[in-house]
């Protein structure tokens, strides 16, 4: 069954191999392995290292190993190592000498170290997809919401007028970078570690280019030790990903604040809420609250990892074994919060009429009231003074700025005029607001644009 029982006298201890074995993990990547290894015995026999028949025979028991596995005929069991030794020991089973020769100039260490990378660049694709799902929601939300009117916050504390579709794109460009830096990550990691062997190549003439092509790499790895060693694009990634569970829970938190009986601004759908078994009346945002409660597992694994890789000296140790349940659950967690996210952002109801009556009052407009002033000859820091009177007058009397009369604001300044009150309509604040970037339509429409466009690329 081992894959190095030969200078061993005695028989593992069953605590040993039960802590040691990594097969109750590292079999999520069995498709992987055997990808890697059909391009091993391909460049074996390209090589002259393995003959023609030798080779068939092995590709062909791979093949047959993954399509029984794929159906359920063949089962993974605990007593192997790993999926590496399952693997060779099912093969040799079945079509005998040749699967001996499977592992030819190759060790475990460059084997796991391609295997993870294969694993983890499909990953990766999958992980952009979802992101592009969620870009595309977002962009129907923003095309939508374009007159949405809403109150902008800082603090928390109502602030200037938006609109749905500006406050939308601002989450648009945080996960349009997580998509690039997804990329980046790709572009950075794909280069083929096998053939490094165990961390100092070997001494048959592999051809590690040809593998690297069969393998879709863009070339082989340049140095063999770093090769079996490197986990820095696993720290990458879950940096990525600790990144997208990091907006998403920022997200989830705005929503769950929309949400709340005193916003009202967005109504979650039934079918992503949940109740109570106790308050009849209750619609609890879980799903919100779920997302954002794990954002700190995703950040945990990456902690766990630079944490794991810091004091690690060249090259492989088993340490690195660590690697992996800490990826597949980051990575399947992060999978799982995009999707429920993007189905609970494409299912909810915006309260236009809320939003907007929100931004009416909290005196949104008093920026542009101060502007208003500017515009006619007053000094920026006058006109805040007299427009924070004005605020005071309408705490005082229980109304809005848009409510005064033209005599109560003449008593306060002089130079204000009947057209105060269109230049701080809600309408004007969000669409005098023009430069790219910010709220007004015209502005918002040309980003929409540019987001299609990097959309469809
Ligand atoms: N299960 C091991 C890992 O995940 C595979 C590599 C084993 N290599 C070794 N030299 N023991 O890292």
Redesign the pocket.
Known sequence: MKLWGGRFTKETNQLVHNFNA?ISF?QKFYHQDIEGSMAHVKMLAKQGILTEEDKDAIVNGLLGIREDLENGILEITAEHE?I?SFVEAVLTERIGEAGKRLHTGR???D??ALDMKLYTRDEIDELSGLVKGLLTELIKVMEEHIDTYMPGFTHLQKAQPITLAHHIGAYFEMFDRDFSRLSDIRNRMNYCPLGSG?LAGTTYPLDREYTATLLGFAGPTLNSMDSVADRDYLIELLSALSTIAMHLSRFCEEIIIWNTNEYRFVEIDDSYSTGSSIMPQKKNPDIAELIRGKAGRVYGALVSMLTTMKGIPLA?N?D??ED?ELTFDAIDTVKGCLALFTGMISSMSFRKDVMEASAKNGFTNATDAADYLVNHGVAFRDAHGVVGQLVLFCIEKGIALDDMTLEEYKAISPVFEQDIFEAISLKTCVEKRMTIGAPGQEAMKKVIEIYKKKLEQ
């Open positions: 990594s590292d790993d590496h060790s475990r260490n084997q796991v165990a492989y088993k690195m074994q992996k």
